[in-house]
């Protein structure tokens, strides 16, 4: 125990490999040192294994519609498959994986050791948390394989009450509830910690700002996530009890279920987006070894985002009838939400601007993430004002422009954060050049999956369709070719990360040359992180890191 | 770098660290006061998303109810007031008795202490069986949310469902175990397991007092309203200042009347509905279309609420075996603060839902 306690290697004293014979690894060992460990180090990697699972399954889902699609009419699937493998797709990409990627696999990892302390404020909590994810996803797949969800990953009423499918209905609310508590706990877990249990030094705006991004997501999952959680239940009394509140045969109304759904679901876009933001932001000042520009309208507009997102949800519903005045309010709220992303763009440009750019996996993905990240935020104009609106509701153009937001923004993010802080997690360095190439083709593949949908919607082709006219097949082949390059593109990343684990040399303690308390950690940590809460200063001060190519890594010069 | 010297310099002191950190103080907090902020906010911030919670709810009445005001006017007079307000006042009460517990535990009172969270359990459980006989009242008029609503007709006979007599299976078995686990404490002397099994024992008790004193408090209003309903029969409208506790003989709702459905034979007494409202606007909304969804509502609300009850009563079942234990002190005592502060809240969710419930007539 207390050996394992001992940070073993002090990078400041340049001696000796920086790979530690103790860490949180091989801390304690069999099933259950890790299926009951109160280590956020541990949980977090649980997380993330089960949110990749859920990510591959999601994307079977998602290839098997593009592969449907394929021919105007008479894909492989019947039309009520069709239905079931689109919701299927939505719901666990939504819920299963976007929702608790960032936050709970690298948030869970990194929160603690940004911070410099030994653990989050609440461990079993944590370990609670993961356990009803696990339990969401068990749900979830009761919901696939015994009946077929086909209500669409929204669960509209009256779809939801009506359907046939009542059993999936009911398991996969149940499941989304369940994944609701896992989501407010894990936020809840993140703000106590970050409140209360700061090192010495680190006032709120000497935090890194991957923390102000956690921070910022914490508020929505713990503020937004409550009235999910009392919409699918009654959602769920509907079905079972026939309380009628959203049904219009007993006097209720329908649209209440979509204000309720999306009072949540759209701040639930910023969950999945603003810890992506953080991630970038990270990515951009290490890999340009250059203190990150406007640091505080970024944690700004970190906020920012997280209180506009309340006041916006009304946009996903302008054709579902609401008044004039109140679409008109909608829309024009939508628009402020796109002066803190733009603040965040431009930053990150900023701190390119005269840095030394690294071009390595982090930072062609960092730089993947800006390009579908302004495509995808500038194509929501559009579709924020009234009258395209109209025009564009539930087309394809919709699913590009979310495609690009969370796919091409929230997943190209994770995947960076994932190469950037892999060595810290494993101990292991990937295979740099394969890693790149993955990203090159990840980049072309998304693109040409997408860019063909905004031209499909423009033309009117309406999503969730099972067939299309004729005229829309060349598009549409296009965007299945894509799909398939992109399926590829993520299959080489996974194999160029399973490699390293294997085959990957030791990683050195800090292997980008970060100035974050992680870089400070061995990799990987041990298992207490940090004996003391360590004194830290600025968090973008790279002054005095230099790389030191006996360790193959950087190191802090006194 | 000096925190990483800081850092491996600490470490020669690693076991020793260890020794520092008391019991109740968790490894990876640093002091007393760190563990009790954190605590504190995170209870906050869990009170935060429980008013969430409910907000939905609250938004879904303030919608029906702006919508359609005479179905709320009309259903509320299903609801027994009394029983209500002896609610409210066993919770406010059991708030005091959970306040004076936090009390307790920073002066090392743990007789007072457990003697306290006995109380609070105590009146969480007297609640839960006041609501029971008035959640088996109605069911036994029909009264049921949404589409199993059963138009309610002066006239209809209703039977003896024994919904109450279900409502108590399982509050008895526990309390069964409870008296067990009594005896046992009592014949192994063992005073730790006296003091858990007491409080839990009494607390079922007091369950099935709050039942007994709901069904007094109930079958009182029933015959209330039989002797107003005697005097009614015999001097038609003479008494209509009492207009709410009345039930009438003769009017059948205008719509839906095929829909009318006579449970059993009982008599008829405790439809508390006046002839004048079961004529217009009210007929109409005596329907499952209208009336079921404030019983929706009503249901939801309450029955969420009874959950977190139940919730609560678990914690402080957890609070009471840390108190027989003896292990609050004036530096420890956040759990009972914080489970306070929860009991708080759920009271205060009550304050709020007896008025809009019970109280809008």
Redesign the interface.
Known sequence: M?VA???IV???SGEGAAYPEHHFLNHTSGFLSWALTLDHKRIGLMYLVGVMSSFALGGMFALMIRLHLWNFKDGWLSNQTYNQVFTLHGAIMVFLFIIPSIPAALGNFLLPIML????????R?NLGSFYLWVTGLVLFLTALSITGLDTGWTFYTPYSIETQKGGAVLAATFGVFVLGFSS?FTG??F???I???RPPGMTWFRMPLFLWATYATSIIQ??????L???V??LS??RL?????F?P?????PV?FQH?FWFYSHPAVYIMILPAMGIISELMSVHCHKGIFGYRMIAYSSVAIALFGFLVWGHHMFTSGMADVTTIVFSALTFTVSIPSAIKVFNWLGTMYQGTVSLNTPMLYALAFIFLFTIGGLTGLPLGALALDMHMHDTYFVVAHFHYVMMGGTLVAFLGGLFHWWPKMTGKMFNDNVGMISAAIVFVGFNLTFLPQFVLGTRGMPRRYATYLEEFQDLHRLSTIGSLTLGIGLLVALLVLLHSLFYGRRAPTNPWGGAT?EW?CSSPPPHDN???????GDPYDFNGIEYDAKQGGYV?K? | MTAIQETAHESEHAQDHHHDHPAWLAHHFDDAEQQFDAGKLGMWLFLVTEVLFFSGMFCAYSLYRNRDPQVFEFCSRFLNEKLGAINTGVLLFSSLTMAWAVRAAQLKQHKLLVGMLGATLGCAAMFLGVKAVEYSHKWELGLFPGKFYVSQIPGAAHGEHGYLGSLCIVPLILTIIAGVYYIYSLATMSKFHQQVAGPILVAGACFFGGVQLGRILEAEETTHHAAEHAAHEHSPGASHDHSQDHSAGELLPEKEGGEVIALGHKSIEDVKVMSEELKTPDASVNQKSMAGLFFSIYYCMTGVHAVHIIGGMLVITWLIVKAAREEFHDQYFGPVDNVGLYWHLVDFIWIYLFPLLYLIT
């Not at chain 1, 045969?249 to 109304?253: A, F, Q």
């Open positions: 207390s306690d001992r940070p002090s990078p400041a410099g302390t030994k653990d989050v404020a609440f461990p909590l407010i809840l877990n703000i106590v910690t409140n209360t249990m713990v503020l937004a996530t409550p009235v959680g009392i919409t239940l009654l009394a509907e009890l026939g309380i009628g509140i049904d045969k007993l006097n209720g109304d209440t309720f308390l400070v940090f004996a003391t809460a360590p004194t830290v802090k006194a």
